[in-house]
């Protein structure tokens, strides 16, 4: 189904087709990902947005951005825009659209904002772990230290969280992962 949004002449985002996918790994699931398959190739504003976002995870060599917004992950692509979780459709259809906007107004914007290539990742949950105390101890308020890595890596929980991590003995290590989450 073809789905339209507000668009001017010199907007990249006008017609989408949007696709509702079911996780493959939770049959099921009370959520979905939503995918608009776009007209237009949107790979020149990816440097734009990757400079408005200094938070998102750009790789240039993939022509992939992806950010979260509003507790979603949106990613995007040449002729693709993924946000995941949602419930529904018309929810979905929300959040595409308030993207295309985004991205729109980026690309209006463009003369105003200098592009960046810079490639940035998100480091791996198993990078973090290998850097925590690994002790279990529940001090943080986790189960494990692989739970406590995997918020961190989400942003949901902070280094100053781990009272381990502030002992001298493991300066190396905190300062190691306050890089990576830099």
């Not at 009370?30 to 398959?37: D, E, F, G, I, L």
């Not at 992939?64 to 917004?69: A, G, S």
């Not at 961190?152 to 280094?159: S, V």
């Amino acid at each position: 189904m073809t789905e339209r949004t507000p668009n001017a002449e010199q907007d990249l985002v006008g017609d989408f087709d949007l696709e509702m996918i079911s996780p493959p790994c939770v049959p099921g699931a009370a959520h979905w990902s939503a995918q608009a398959r776009l007209e237009a190739d949107i790979s020149e504003v990816l440097p734009y947005l990757n400079a408005r976002f200094p938070k998102a995870q750009y790789d240039p060599d993939a022509q992939v951005l992806i950010l979260k917004k509003d507790g979603k992950k949106c990613a995007f692509r040449p002729r693709l825009i993924s946000v995941a979780p949602v419930e529904d459709r018309e929810e979905a259809h929300r959040l595409l659209t308030d993207i295309a906007v985004l991205v729109n107004r980026t690309w209006r914007d463009r003369e105003d904002i200098r592009p960046s290539w810079e490639k940035r990742t998100t480091p791996s949950v198993m990078e973090l772990y290998r850097r925590l105390p690994r002790t279990n101890c529940k001090q943080c308020g986790y189960a494990t230290c692989m739970a406590f890595a995997a918020d961190l890596r989400e942003g949901t929980t902070t280094l100053s969280c781990c009272p381990q991590l502030a002992e001298d003995r493991h300066a190396e290590n905190r300062e190691a992962l306050e890089k990576l989450l830099a």
